[in-house]
């Protein structure tokens, strides 16, 4: 329970400051704590019974582990919901390799799991509830009628309330079937099978030993256990601390079980193999013989104590004879020489054993100081392995020693400086000719106020705070001098802390944050400083020198850099650019690497190392110089390269392996280069150039752009006179039916005016008629009057 609380407050104090990783392996699961580089929690896969994502806050994940007979939850909140899905894939992936891996040694083809483990694969690669149902009652309708009668009735007791549902209950109910079934189960192979396949041909008689010395008879056995239980029979002085020695001797032994007495003797055993357990491992095999055998020597004496207690030692028989054997009654003083005696030699059991504590203790914390120098002199072994290229000259050794002792905090003379740094630097002192050089140069250059910001947060609270390239950095580590044996280990020191440094930067500078390079150039001044001197001297590179600009978004820096470096190749060597441009080999292809990690990516660390010599001194024009000095030296052999594979080929490839060989002869000449002028005119030389392509990008876009209006005014254009001659057809169309109607016009207009003529004739006509007729009728009348009057007269 205590190892349980104190590995629970070492990562609950790490995950309040957010500084831990989870690594999944094939075979284990781990914890790292980034800040303090160490192993908080590893759990073999094997022995994870559960894992899963939450439910309510989905960016959480947990899995149970079993441990000691006991199932153990680990809750943790994941960087974002993204992330912790990539985690559960990789959690089951691993799951998965690990079942395959173990499958032929705790199953075979026949075993229960392992058919169920067949159906779980079916029913996960189907896609529909309808399929994964009909994929179960294939499975349940080759059980037997008994089983298949148990699912149904656990089904209907159940009582689902959709298909989905009644899916899971099935294979639960299926599951736990499965499991009786497996612990009836008697797999189909042998011992001597078994240790065939697992074991190969050499390994075997390994085994076949093991498996002899696993004969033994089990009162053999009892008589190991016998021997070996006193040794854990007083577990309350297995736990006995530091602070226990400095108590009275009544305080030491309240909390003694009743059962065992409290003598020093056993104490001092028991605290004996606590120490050669805890600390053998870290201290050197000398000192442990030295103390231990005094130690044990002091043991023995105390053990055999009892065995003493009935006789007094031969100093107190010669005081006794001497002083006081005439004073006193030999009955009474016999008695009470006992009684002293025991009490006497109680006491100086106890002093014993205190003193012996004491000097365990002291031991031991001298053993951890010991172990902890010879792992920093190791770790700085591991960091300075690499091959020095540059020579080192006595004289500027005895130079470099009086400028680190007498002048380190003055301002040193230029021309002194320049001659050290020619001379070449101690490799076991690089780091602190390094902070030296960048004490130089503040000394030299006040900084400015917006310079100063970044000195002005702590390293350590930097690392407490969460970054999002925290991913990309981790994925770089990997590829960060990866020969190296510093940065070889798999999240090990190295590349913890290169991490840190990496992620602290990206907090501090969020215009920049991370970007591929970054990584060597930390790497660099990791290997010969610690973790924080070399985040310092990044920072100085990146915001004093200026280096940062090339790692911005835009790159702008980047490639003005790439345009200075061409107009220096075409100055110094005019047929090397013309082979160049030839051949179309930019810039891009072989320099940017140089610009971007310092020459640290494609050549040696210690040509790499020397480099950051001059760039300390001398700034970022370094790389301009080393750049022109060793394509200068093999110009011919790159003029050769008639194709663009086998130029840059050569560039990347061939020319980090010869140009080391020559470190001395390049220095030189690079320290005695002056190219600041010309890099200056360049300079306004691209600026020149990139504002008047800019200007011609404008008027190119402007031209475009009315271009684009002319064309579619053009179409408008088309568009309309289309549809005026469309127009046109139409109104002529229009005019001849005009024609053609006012034609008919024109005859109907005739027409009428016959029509009228004749009407009016028929009119004139009608009242003629009409006068004709009442004339006529007139004259009917008339007439029939006269026939009236005349049938009268008859």
Same mark, same amino acid.
């Given at each position: ?132 149902? !009909? ?129 020093? !003797? ?71 020489? $006992?009684?002293?005696?025991? #009490? ?14 004491? +000097? ?35 004289? #500027? ?67 407490? +705070? ?50 591929? $390079? ?16 070399? @985040? ?34 075409? !100055?110094? @060597? ?221």
């Amino acid at each position: 329970n205590s190892l349980y609380r104190s590995a629970l407050t070492n990562i609950t104090n790490e995950v309040k400051s957010r500084l831990v990783t989870l690594q999944i392996a094939k075979n284990s699961v781990s914890l790292f704590s980034l800040e303090s580089k160490t192993l908080l929690l590893e759990r073999k896969m094997k022995n994870i019974s559960f894992c899963t994502k939450g439910d309510v806050r989905s960016d959480h994940f947990a899995f149970i582990c079993r441990d000691n007979g006991k199932h153990v939850c680990y809750i943790f909140q994941g960087e974002s919901e993204n992330k912790v899905d990539v985690l559960m894939k990789s959690m089951k992936q691993a799951f998965c390799d690990a079942l395959e891996a173990s499958a032929h040694l705790t199953l075979c083809e026949i075993c229960p799991l392992q058919l169920f483990h067949k159906l779980c694969t079916k029913l996960e690669g189907a896609s529909q509830i309808g399929e994964k149902k !009909d994929i179960l009652e294939d499975t349940i309708s080759r059980m037997s009628e008994y089983e298949q009668l148990h699912i149904a009735n656990q089904i209907s007791e159940q009582n689902p309330t959709n298909k989905f549902d009644e899916l899971i209950i099935s294979v639960n109910v299926v599951r736990s079937i499965i499991d009786q079934k497996q612990l009836a189960h008697k797999h189909s192979y042998n011992m001597q099978q078994l240790l065939g396949e697992s074991f190969p041909e050499r390994d075997r008689s390994k085994s076949s030993n093991i498996f002899e010395k696993a004969k033994k008879t089990f009162a053999s056995s009892l008589h190991n256990f016998a021997t070996k239980k006193p040794n854990n029979s007083f577990p309350s002085m297995i736990h006995q601390s530091s602070e226990d020695i400095n108590k009275p001797i009544h305080s030491n032994t309240m909390y003694a079980p009743m059962s065992c007495p409290t003598t020093p !003797d056993l104490a001092v055993k028991h605290l004996k193999f606590d120490f050669d357990k805890e600390s053998s491992a870290n201290k050197p095999e000398v000192i442990k013989n030295e103390v231990t055998e005094d130690v044990v020597t002091q043991w023995k004496s105390v053990a055999n104590s009892r065995k003493l207690m009935k006789r007094p030692s031969w100093r107190q028989d010669i005081y006794h004879s001497v002083v006081i054997s005439s004073c006193r009654d030999p009955t009474l003083t016999s008695a009470i020489d $006992g009684h002293m005696n025991s #009490s006497y030699r109680a006491r100086l059991r106890w002093s014993n054993a205190i003193r012996n504590q004491i +000097l365990l203790i002291r031991m031991e914390k001298e053993n951890k100081t010991l172990a902890a120098k010879i792992s920093a002199s190791e770790e700085r072994r591991q960091k300075l392995s690499y091959k020095e290229y540059g020579s080192y000259t006595g004289v #500027s050794a005895v130079l470099w020693d009086e400028i680190l002792t007498q002048k380190k905090n003055e301002k040193v003379n230029d021309h002194s400086l320049l001659e050290a740094v020619r001379g070449g630097l101690p490799r076991a002192r690089r780091g602190e000719v390094w902070q030296f050089l960048i004490k130089q140069y503040t000394i030299r250059c006040p900084e400015r106020v917006e310079e100063q910001y970044w000195k002005n947060e702590s390293y350590r609270s930097l690392l407490r +705070l969460s970054t999002s390239h925290q991913h990309a950095i981790l994925i770089d580590l990997g590829r960060t001098f990866p020969t190296h044996e510093h940065f070889v280990a798999r999240l090990g020191s190295g590349q913890l802390s290169l991490f840190n440094i990496l992620k602290a930067y990206s907090i501090l500078d969020r215009e920049v944050g991370y970007c591929q $390079g970054l990584s060597f150039v930390a790497g660099l001044f990791l290997i010969h400083m610690n973790e924080e001197d070399a @985040y310092r001297s990044f920072c100085h590179i990146m915001f004093d020198l200026q280096i940062r600009n090339q790692y911005k978004p835009d790159m702008n820096a980047v490639q003005q850099q790439l345009y200075q470096l061409s107009r220096l190749i075409h !100055d110094y @060597y005019p047929s090397l650019y013309e082979h160049f441009n030839l051949n179309d080999v930019t810039p891009t292809l072989y320099a940017a690497p140089w610009f971007l990690t310092l020459y640290a990516s494609q050549y040696p660390v210690g040509f790499a190392s020397r480099v950051m010599d001059m760039l300390l001194l001398q700034g970022l024009e370094v790389i301009f110089k080393v750049a022109i000095v060793m394509v200068g030296d093999y110009i011919n052999e790159i003029l050769e390269c008639d194709s663009f594979e086998t130029i840059v080929e050569y560039l990347k490839l061939t020319l980090p392996v010869k140009v080391p060989t020559n470190t001395d002869d390049i220095c030189n000449r690079v320290l005695n280069m002056n190219i600041t002028s010309q890099l200056h005119l360049y300079e306004v030389e691209y600026q020149l150039l990139k504002d008047e392509m800019i200007d011609i990008r404008q008027n190119r876009e402007k031209l475009e752009k009315q271009e684009v209006v002319h064309k579619e005014l053009g179409n408008e254009l088309a568009r309309v006179q289309k549809e005026l001659s469309n127009v046109n057809l139409e109104l002529s169309s229009l005019k001849s039916k005009f024609l053609e109607t006012k034609k008919e016009k024109n005859m109907y207009k005739k027409k009428l005016i016959e029509m009228e003529q004749e009407l009016f004739l028929l009119k004139s006509n009608n009242i003629v008629v009409k006068q004709n007729g009442e004339c006529s009728k007139d004259f009917l009348e008339n007439g029939q009057v006269c026939y009236n009057d005349s049938c009268q007269n008859r």
